[in-house]
């Protein structure tokens, strides 16, 4: 019988799985496989030749220093309102490039920040297009030294003209233009003069050299590899594009997934990111690709690889191959990055900012700050002016909340003598004060969870929390912003420090020998992760603590010290957000509790200035 019954039940179960399977077929597994060969079928030509689409592995860093590998190859000008550098004409590599709008540090003006470093230089980043092709001699690489045949400085307005004839037939040609802020449009044309057709792929492609020194610094804030990609096509022809991205650690340490290698796809961008800045190569957004994103282990030294590989064209004898394709190299401006996905048709280009996965959130604070910011004009009051706002939006509910905690106190108060004496009939039993406490709590009718709602207006501006510290990270906009006094960098931990008495005694805590770096590491405190301490600790003091165990208010009592350690090493915009925060928070709290004449620490330490005030002018 059990038997029996056992068959009867693997019976049901085999149908009733098939018959699910059938329907994740038919409804769910269908369809996508459908889209995923469309998007296939339209990079079909790509994919054939996958083989050979390997991206260059040439130009690894050498021992050149920078200066040496900038005059190892004849170079074409790079000069814009944003953009200095140079052209390498061995290979015609972008290579050479410098930030003229931002400085490496608030301190030395007019050094700008690096953003490409030459071929051949260590920790060398840089920009290469060019071909590939099998049974094809003289295909130029990175080793071609191309001739400038057109214009002389690359700048807005002003092309230039690169060629290289390969001495078989086939000329190369490649004009580069500008524009005023971040990005190069590559105007690619291939002569074919022989007496044959050939075959090949254009590619392009950002490589660096050696892990940048400050990679994985910045948890909040993507750097590495970036790929905008589509996922498939559907019925209309449309494709669905996405954005991944792999950090620079964990390609380093071959954790490639195999999804970024060697991919086909339609159009998208594909680059290398910082903090700020970034160098992607941008295909022609109907052009069928391969793309890939990878490190490889070269002499011990990671060499990471973002970029595409064209579908392959087939050029016959007299005819000329012309494409367009772009790159960027410059700063993460979120307005420009948007106008360039407008203007340029660029799928998510606005996405080489790192919002994160709450971007409903990040982004209109980023957006608000922004604004706020092109009406004030300084950054600091603009996040204080974003905290009142948040703070508007918060009333109601927190208003609610801190009455309800008020009332709470109120109850304290009025039952203070007999929690007192509960806690004499039971001094050594934590438990037992506990359970008579709440008894009584049960007798007098009272809620003491009530008080705890407080809580609630907190936890729901954790996300606004997070969403401001994130935009404080990512934005541009808040590097080298001063605020007032000796705060010059909002984007960076605050540079005063408790063991120097903020400055007044002669010595910097990072150059004491032996213990300069603890000194200016964990014991490192400014005066405003300060004063973030004391607004912290004065807003959990005007806050009920009814029904929390001794042990939880002690670990509470703690909490403003730590995070005070905490926060004096994350930006000082954020702690300058998070005081104001919490000053509105008691102003809020402390209205209510004067109003309903409940004992708080504000009046009381008023009183006692008072008091101290009349007993001087007595004994005067």
Request: proline share 5%.
């Amino acid at each position: 019988m059990n038997n029996n019954t056992d068959n009867r039940n693997m019976i049901y179960f085999l149908i009733i799985s098939m018959a699910v399977l059938a329907i994740y077929q038919f409804f769910i597994f269908g369809p996508q496989q459908k889209k995923r060969e469309a998007a296939a079928q339209a990079a079909a030509v790509a994919s054939s030749s996958a083989a050979a689409a390997g991206l260059p592995m040439s130009g690894v860093s050498t021992t050149l220093t920078r200066e040496q590998a900038i005059a190892a190859t004849p170079r074409v000008t790079i000069n814009t309102p944003s953009l200095k550098g140079s052209i390498a004409l061995k290979g015609a590599l972008i290579d050479d490039l410098f930030l003229t709008k931002y400085d490496k540090t608030v301190d030395k003006k007019n050094d700008p920040v690096e953003l490409l470093t030459p071929a051949g230089a260590k920790d060398a980043y840089y920009i290469q297009s060019g071909y590939i092709a099998q049974n094809v001699p003289g295909m130029p690489d990175a080793n071609t030294v191309w001739t400038q045949t057109g214009g002389s400085v690359l700048s807005p307005g002003h092309p230039v003209v690169l060629s290289y004839n390969n001495g078989a037939g086939l000329t190369f040609t490649r004009t580069l233009s500008i524009d005023a802020n971040y990005m190069i449009t590559e105007d690619n044309a291939v002569s074919n003069a022989s007496a044959a057709a050939v075959s090949f792929q254009p590619l392009s492609v950002v490589m660096r050299s050696g892990m940048p020194a400050d990679a994985g610094k910045n948890a909040v804030v993507h750097e590495g590899a970036v790929a905008t990609y589509a996922k498939a096509a559907d019925k209309h022809g449309m494709s669905d594009y996405r954005t991944d991205s792999l950090k620079y650690k964990d390609m380093a340490k071959d954790k490639n997934p195999k999804a970024m290698q060697d991919q086909a796809t339609i159009g998208g961008w594909y680059g290398i990111t910082d903090k700020y800045w970034m160098a992607a190569v941008i295909p022609n957004q109907a052009q069928s690709v391969l793309f890939t994103a990878k490190a490889n282990l070269i002499n011990n030294v990671p060499v990471f690889r973002a970029g595409y590989v064209d579908a392959p064209v087939s050029l016959a004898a007299g005819q000329t191959w012309t494409s367009q394709s772009h790159i960027f190299a410059g700063a993460k401006l979120t307005a420009q990055l948007q106008a360039y996905e407008k203007d340029l048709k660029i799928a998510r280009f606005g996405y080489a900012t790192d919002w994160g996965s709450l971007q409903f959130i990040t982004y209109p604070m980023y957006w608000l700050l922004d604004k706020l910011y092109g009406f004030i004009g300084n950054f600091g009051v603009a996040i204080l002016a974003l905290t009142v706002i948040v703070k508007v939006v918060f009333y109601p509910l927190a208003h609610r909340s801190y009455e309800s905690m008020t009332k709470m106190k109120q109850v304290q108060e009025r039952l203070k003598p007999k929690l007192d004496a509960i806690k004499k009939r039971y001094p050594e039993d934590a438990q037992k004060q506990q359970e008579a406490t709440m008894a009584l709590y049960q007798e007098e009718k009272v809620n003491p969870m009530a008080g705890l709602g407080g809580c609630l207006p907190m936890l729901l501006q954790i996300p606004v929390f997070w969403g401001l510290y994130k935009v404080l990270q990512l934005a541009i906009e808040m590097r080298h912003a001063p605020f007032f006094g000796w705060i010059k960098d909002l984007s960076a931990p605050d540079t005063t420090s408790i063991v120097n008495l903020f400055g007044l005694l002669p010595f910097t805590p990072a150059d004491v020998p032996l213990i300069g770096t603890i000194l200016a590491g964990p014991l490192h405190i400014g005066v405003v992760a300060i004063l973030y301490g004391c607004s912290m600790w004065l807003s959990q003091q005007m806050s009920a603590t009814t029904g929390i165990d001794p042990m939880q208010k002690k670990m509470l009592a703690f909490m403003p010290l730590m995070l005070t350690f905490f926060m004096a090493h994350v930006a000082v915009g954020l702690i300058v957000y998070w005081v104001w925060s919490n000053i509105l928070t008691v102003l809020q709290q402390y209205s209510i509790m004067h109003r309903l004449k409940v004992e708080n620490p504000i009046d009381t330490g008023f009183k006692k200035l008072g008091e101290m005030m009349n007993k001087d002018k007595k004994a005067a």
